[in-house]
């Protein structure tokens, strides 16, 4: 059983940034970040392989977020910079425990709670 636990979450202006964490409570393999909006079904939005060595982006946030890992601390990051409105939602992060890299939700084991972002305009 791994737990998953995120942080850095908030309200920020257009343009701003924000840096989410998620802690792992264990060793994870492949790991995601997902998003869901209110009245919206939830999407990918970032993956990194274990090693940190290959991530993939949805075309939405390409150019703007950035994920990266550190294995000794068990945690993931998801770098956010020049948000949207539309990035306002609920980001998640997921853990795999049988694939070094899934773009699906099908491919995680292990979700966090959630933590709320916010872009005013």
């Known amino acids: 059983q791994v737990q998953l636990v995120e942080s850095g979450g908030g309200l920020v202006q257009v343009g701003g940034s924000l840096r989410l964490s998620c802690a792992a409570s264990g060793r994870t393999l492949g790991m995601g970040w997902f998003r869901q909006a209110p009245g919206k079904e939830r999407e990918f939005v970032a993956a990194i392989s274990r090693t940190g060595d290959s991530t993939y ?24 910079n020049s948000l949207k409105p539309e990035d306002t939602a609920v980001y998640s992060c997921a853990a795999s425990t049988r694939s070094s890299f899934s773009l699906s939700s099908v491919g995680y084991d292990y ?11």
Do not use: C, E, I, P
């Open 57 to 80: 982006y949805a075309d939405s946030v390409k150019g703007r977020f950035t994920a990266s890992r550190d294995n000794a601390k068990n945690t993931v990051y998801l770098q956010m």
């Open 111 to 121: 979700w966090g709670q959630g933590t709320q972002v916010t872009v005013s305009s």
